[in-house]
């Protein structure tokens, strides 16, 4: 799990082109909206869009988004009970 | 006479940066190679103004080289009535190199920039700007109406005072797909801006003369002409 | 507004089909324009419901200039102009090309032509340069001889608006006798895929200012508007009194909460016209269908006409969300509803979201001559702009 938390703060860094932020910045527990990242809607379907290319996970709600969008962890346990294995059988 | 005047002036492109107060000034040599090969990225806020712009990277080409000339503009904000800014933008080519790249990314924060007036909110938003706006994309050989539609908000009221920029950012990939004879006044990466007022007496205004957005953004920044 | 610029003649190619007629009857029944088209099929956007322009009218523009097929943007707009030429007065034919000028209004021109040269397919001459908004405003302005000025506006969904704008200010600065203002935009792979990666689509189609409307619903088609002066063309019965725009300031896509950039934008309008909030009749509204949008203008005019909301009405539902062209489209819509003594209903709301003003009207009012109109237009970047129309002699 652990493992996962980090490589979503990189890929969230890289999606959202956070620039001035560093993986080690993050706080696991915080929220990732509405605080001092200054995420927006845009960056929500971003996340999205993240989610469906990088791990096989298609969000269709809202509700849905903001639940897994609550923290970093939050976001790493939705992914760790959503995943789908990769075409070769893999998981991703 | 009451004309409006020309406040301040800025100018940026593949060579250097400018405005009225501090001249033209040339890139160093690796920064003006990276911006030659298209890697606009290589530029960052920093460079120019000490601090990191937040979310700069997000911006797409245009609305950098934009948001950076109207910050080279060095406006005293505290002294306009920001809510009768006005802003008017004039660019040939818009968001075209942003427009290929959404085709190619289908990123929604992409999409955002594929409209040429995207970098009006962009320059509102950072300087609390709320007058009216105005974006026009003059064909081949036209230009110029930036300046005449903030010189009739001037006289007419309606703003108390105006930005206008001229701005292109297109990368050599997509020019290869668009319809222009060679024209190095519009391909690349630049932008010409000038804060129009009614006059204040300051001894840093100019007279509006005739020419269009980029010649006389040029001029006043001291840009020695293109070969 | 001294020498308030006159709407002479109006042209139309929209989902209801060619010219005004179709409109006007959609208009009187309230019917929509939408329908689920299968232009994409294969694609996966979150909604095929829109409002195309029907194929037929579409093939019967390409027969008429082969040389274009490939080049809808063109040919839509070039429709549009040509019926409001023909639907002028004799008064125009008075007037040399030198004084007949073009405001181009649009979001996105020819940008299926783009796609079409991004993928490696053929592409001809005129498609391509019309990937171009200025050049689509050069070619336009050329085949309709209109050697006056010329200018293309592109400030997303108000463009239509500042473009009206744009050409009542050369009329009355008297640089230019008649102004064509024309707005187009298609409904494209490209548009349709933003929207959708914005999930702002209404996969149903939208449902302006409905309890449960959940978005907006895209639609193509091109809009032009005769402008010139009173005394060139005193049969004319309406005017653009006055106008008006402004920046959110807030955030690029979502319109401020509480609807004070729009209602800046009216404001200055009504200024301009030197106008009361009390004596509009009607307002035509942006009304897109987004939970945001219809919530945050219903709060606009709420603010600026306080307890006398006019009522108002959106024709998103009726033609889809027309961007560039949707500014001159909507004022049409307008302008012919003035002319049959109705007040347009908003196709396709079913429910009043009891968030938004009661003064929305679901169905037509008829029996009523508007004396003063109010069109509003919200777009992306916080752009907003408006423009008040008013029956001569008012």
Known sequence: ?92 | MNDPVIRTASCLGLDGYGNDRIGWREWPPELRAALQRDEWETLKWSHLFGSDAPRFSRLDGLSRVGLMAVELLEVDWSRLQRERVGVCVETRLGSLATDVRFLETLSPSVFTYTLPSTVIGEICIRHRLKGPVLCLLPSQGAGGRAIEAAVEWLRQGEAAACVCLACEAVDKKVAGFLPLADDPAVRGWQAGALLLSRPTGSRRESPLGAGTLRDLARRLCGRPAER | MESAPVIASCGAVTALGLGLEPLERALRENTSGLRAGNRFAGKRHQSNVAGYVPEVVLDELRATKPSHADAPAFLLAESALRQAEQGAGDWLKAVPPARRGLVLSTTKADVAALERLVGGHSCSVPARRHVLPGLLATDLAEARGLCGPVECVSVACVSGLLALQLGARWIQRGIADAVFVVGVDLVTDFVMSGFTTLKSLDPEGCRPFDRTRTGLSLGEGAGAILLTRQTRAPSATLNIAGWGSSNDANHLTGPSRDGSGLALAIMRALESAATAPEVIDYVNAHGTGTPYNDAMESLALQSVFGERVPPFSSSKGLLGHTLGAAGVLETMVCVIAAARGLLPGTPRLRERDPAVSAAVLAEPRAGVIPGRMLKINAGFGGTNAALVLARKGL
Not at chain 1, 35 to 47: C, F, N, P
Not at chain 1, 48 to 72: C, H, P, T, W
């Open chain 1, 1 to 92: 799990m652990e493992s996962l938390i980090q490589e979503l703060k990189t890929k969230i860094i890289e999606a959202l082109h956070l620039d001035t932020v560093k993986p080690s910045d993050f706080k696991e527990e915080e929220p990732l909206f509405g605080t001092g990242l200054g995420l927006d809607s845009i960056d929500a379907l971003e996340l999205v869009v993240m989610l469906e290319r990088d791990y096989g996970i298609v969000i269709q709600e809202r509700e849905v988004a903001e639940k897994a969008f609550a923290s970093v962890r939050a976001l790493g346990e939705f992914v760790l009970n959503q995943r789908k294995p990769c075409s070769d059988g893999t998981q991703s």
